[in-house]
C-alpha cells in the first residue's frame, strides 16, 4: 500500500509539472502572438504618420496653389496658355516677324576682341578701367600705389610671391 501512495504521489507530481509546462507554452504562445500584434500596431501608426504627414504637405501645397492661383488673376492677370498661342512651325514663327521700327533701341550685341590683336597691350585698351568694389578706386591706381619694393602686381609676379613664403615678423605675446 505504501507502494501504491508513492506512486501516486509521483504520477500526481509528474502531471503537476506537466500541467504546468503546457500552462507555460499556451502562455508564451500567447504572449508572442501580443507582441506580434502590438509590433503590427506600432508599424501601422507609423505609417499612418507618415501618410498624416504626407497628406498635410499637399494640404499646404494645394492651398498655396489656390493662393498663387487667385493672385495671378486678381492682382497680375495671368492665365494658362491656350491652344491658340502655340505656333505650328518655322514658318508661321516667320511670319509673325515684323521688321524694326525706326524708333526701336539698337539691337543688344556680344562684346568680343579683336582677332587681329593678339598682345594684351590691343586687349587693355578695348577693356575698360576696373574699380575696386571696397575702396571705389581704379585698379591702375591700385597697382601703382604699391609700396617700395614689390613689383605691381601681374600674372608673373603673383606667380613669383605665391611661390615662395616669405618670413614674417611676428611679435610674441608672453
Known amino acids: 500500500m505504501n507502494l ?13 509539472v506537466a500541467l504546468a509546462l503546457v500552462l507555460t507554452v499556451g502562455l508564451t504562445l ?6 506580434s500584434r502590438v509590433k503590427l500596431a506600432e508599424r501601422q501608426i507609423v505609417e499612418l504618420k507618415r501618410e498624416k504627414l504626407f497628406l498635410e504637405t499637399e494640404f499646404e501645397t494645394r492651398a498655396n496653389q489656390r493662393q498663387l492661383a487667385e493672385l495671378n488673376a486678381v492682382d497680375f492677370g495671368y492665365r494658362a496658355p491656350t ?8 514658318r508661321q ?20 576682341a579683336d582677332a587681329a590683336g593678339d598682345g ?20 591702375a591706381e591700385a597697382q601703382a600705389a604699391t609700396p617700395p619694393g614689390r613689383k605691381p602686381v601681374s600674372a608673373s609676379t ?16 608672453e
Do not use: C
Not at 500567447?30 to 507582441?35: F, P, S
Not at 491652344?83 to 505650328?88: D, F, L, N, P
Not at 594684351?120 to 585698379?139: K, W
Not at 603673383?158 to 605675446?173: G, K, N, Q
Open 4 to 16: 501504491t501512495r508513492d506512486r501516486l504521489n509521483l504520477i500526481g507530481w509528474a502531471g503537476a
Open 30 to 35: 500567447r504572449v508572442n502572438a501580443t507582441k
Open 83 to 90: 491652344a491658340g498661342q502655340y505656333v505650328e512651325g518655322e
Open 93 to 112: 514663327l516667320a511670319a509673325l516677324g515684323k521688321p524694326r521700327e525706326a524708333t526701336a533701341p539698337a539691337p543688344i550685341r556680344m562684346a568680343r
Open 120 to 139: 594684351l597691350t590691343d586687349r587693355a585698351a578695348l577693356i575698360p578701367a576696373m574699380v575696386s568694389p571696397l575702396t571705389g578706386h581704379f585698379a
Open 158 to 173: 603673383l606667380r613669383d610671391r605665391l611661390s615662395r613664403v616669405e618670413p614674417h615678423a611676428r611679435t610674441v605675446r
